[in-house]
């Protein structure tokens, strides 16, 4: 008999974070495999974070020297002995089998084996909404956190139940029919943010990004929504992870627009079946070969709990181990020349676990609020004007915005969703926003209480694109969707559009947007009308932030004008 801690967790979260859709079944097989990684101490971290900014950031010796994957996992590797410690320790149950990585272990083994290991039950867990079938620990149950590895170990993840949180909703028909919610089609962008000479190139390789085992796009849409729209002609020439033709909306949204603005850029589709800790480990285990990746995913900062040494609800800080070594992880990418980018969410400043604004304390989401990633709220076309778009054969039935007030999404302007953004409880305010966030920070009247969100953290977003009302082709035929999830892709496009018309990776990207918006302001359209109070479901919000001149917490910087940044970052660069 091993020794085992007497920690237990509780499950203290509120009700409806606790079980994200998640219907708890029977005991699962003891036979079953399942696999989980187990993220061990690194080491040299200070040394990462100096040669991360210094490879990040315009202006310093390294700008652009991005460091090769092995020279990062080198220099963050744990111990040998450790490793080996770990390993022996876990392949000494039974039928348990670990590949060692440099700082991280993946492994796969009977339930039967683990729940020994961790004094615990594995269920079946079936999800309501998409009927996906997993084995895991129900978050409401405790476990043992085995004294051999708490010396060693961060986290396990893979083996606790998670919330599945894709962003985007699509409308329904009657809606948006009142003659001045016009639809969003490629053709709107390039009016929005001039992107007629955007040119790209197939250096730039960009990627829409599936998580937690959401299926692809279905391909005759693509091709439908570029003869309907004429959106310049692009292929998807690669996937990567496991790919099943779908009509699932966003899957459908993500493939079509990251394709719509990042014209002439190579596009590849990934797909993965797990959640952020373990799509960093993999693409630095075996780099893919993309550049950018578009991510259309997240959920509560403070809700992002693994099987941890400390054992702790995710309210007193198990949270807290998860989203800082995730972080780590995601300077590594940026380090290696990858650029991230992720929306912000669709339910305001409280986010989809408090959407009926129980708290007064807005609820960053993860991973849009981490530092090392480039955040894209979603903003919507108010007082629209709409004519003719040339050859765009769906223009000529319905009728799509060619110009008017771009304003922060909201369900108070008859929007679906409400932009995300807010400041991070987790991670700091990065020097690359200090001077714009921080006169954002002086203005009140469009902040929360102080006691009510955290003005020392990281504010995101950092940029908006359109998110409401967008034309997507779905099983044949055009929907009207709403989403950060929109925005993403679109402005993960233009990024790496502007990356090959710079003849540039950009990797980390947000020290050289910033600097870009300081050289010229105009290079973003600000985005001032509008605030994220309200949720999906209500506007009874007492706490949110509002857009206002410069950076604010709801479209960051505002939306890109492509000449202008693009000219504003050669001016950086050569500096
Ligand atoms: C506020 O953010 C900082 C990081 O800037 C963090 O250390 C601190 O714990 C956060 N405070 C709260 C109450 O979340
Ligand atoms: C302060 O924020 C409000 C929105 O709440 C905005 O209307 C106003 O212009 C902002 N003031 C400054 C000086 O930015």
């Known amino acids: 008999m091993r020794t085992l801690l007497a920690v237990l967790a509780l499950a203290v979260a509120s009700a409806s974070a606790s079980t994200f859709g998640w219907i708890v079944g029977e005991r699962s097989p003891a036979d079953h495999m399942t696999s989980f990684s187990v993220a061990l101490k690194q080491n040299n971290l200070d040394e990462l974070e100096r040669r991360f900014w210094d490879i990040s950031t315009p202006g310093r010796e390294n700008y652009g020297n991005f460091m090769s994957h092995t020279e990062i996992n080198d220099l963050v590797a744990t111990d040998a002995d450790v490793v080996t410690e770990v390993l022996v320790f876990l392949q000494s149950h039974e039928g348990v089998m670990c590949k060692a990585l440099s700082d991280s272990l993946r492994c796969v083994g009977p339930i039967g084996s683990l729940e020994a290991m961790l004094s615990t039950e594995f269920h079946m867990h079936t999800h309501e909404e998409t009927g996906k079938v997993e084995h895991k620990i129900a978050r409401a149950t405790g476990y043992q956190f085995p004294v051999e590895l708490m010396e060693h170990v961060e986290f396990m993840t893979g083996l606790q139940s998670l919330p599945i949180m894709r962003y985007g909703r699509v409308n329904p028909p009657v809606m948006g029919s009142n003659g001045v919610d016009y639809f969003v089609v490629p053709s709107t962008l390039t009016y929005f943010y001039s992107l007629e000479n955007a040119k790209g190139g197939s250096m730039s390789v960009q990627a829409a990004s599936e998580f937690q085992g959401l299926p692809g796009y279905e391909p005759s849409d693509v091709t439908k929504f570029i003869a309907d729209t004429t959106a310049q002609q692009f292929e998807i020439a690669k996937h990567i992870g496991p790919f099943n033709p779908s009509t699932e909306p966003e899957s459908e949204l993500d493939a079509q627009y990251i394709g719509a603005t990042g014209r002439g850029n190579t596009n590849w589709y990934y797909t993965t079946g797990d959640w952020m800790y373990e799509f960093a480990q993999s693409i630095m285990e075996t780099p893919t070969g993309i550049d950018y990746y578009s991510m259309s995913y997240g959920w509560y900062e403070g809700d992002q709990c693994a099987i941890s040494p400390s054992s702790q609800p995710c309210e007193s800080g198990g949270s807290t181990t998860f989203v800082e070594r995730t972080n780590t992880e995601f300077m590594k990418i940026g380090a290696s020349g990858v650029t991230l980018l992720a929306a912000t969410g669709d339910s305001g400043a409280h986010g989809r676990t408090d959407g009926g604004c129980m708290n007064a304390r807005v609820r960053p989401a993860f991973p849009a609020a981490s530092p090392y990633i480039t955040a894209v709220g979603a903003t919507q076309v108010l007082d629209g004007e709409t004519g003719k778009v040339q050859g765009a054969s769906f223009c000529d039935s319905n009728q799509c915005a060619t110009g008017g007030r771009e304003v922060t999404c909201s369900t108070a302007n008859g929007a679906l969703i409400t932009s995300g953004g807010g400041f991070s409880d987790v ?54 969707v709403d989403g950060t999830s929109c925005a993403c892709p679109e402005f993960a496009g233009i990024l790496a559009a502007l990356g090959a018309d710079l003849n540039k990776k950009l990797g980390f990207a947000n020290p050289l947007i910033y600097q870009a918006y300081a050289e010229d302001n105009s290079a973003f359209n600000d985005i001032t009308e509008g605030n994220n109070k309200c949720t999906e479901q209500t506007c009874d919000c007492k706490t949110g932030f509002y857009a206002a001149p410069g950076w604010d917490a709801t479209t960051g910087l505002g939306t890109p004008n492509y000449p202008k940044l693009l000219a504003a970052m050669r001016k950086v660069m050569e500096q």
């Open 427 to 480: 991670a700091a305010m990065p020097s690359y926003q200090k001077d714009v966030v921080s006169k954002y920070l002086q203005n009140s009247s469009a902040l929360p209480p102080p006691s009510d969100f955290n003005n020392t953290g990281r504010g995101f977003p950092d940029v908006a694109a359109l998110g409401h009302k967008v034309a997507v082709w779905i099983g044949g035929q055009a929907e009207a």
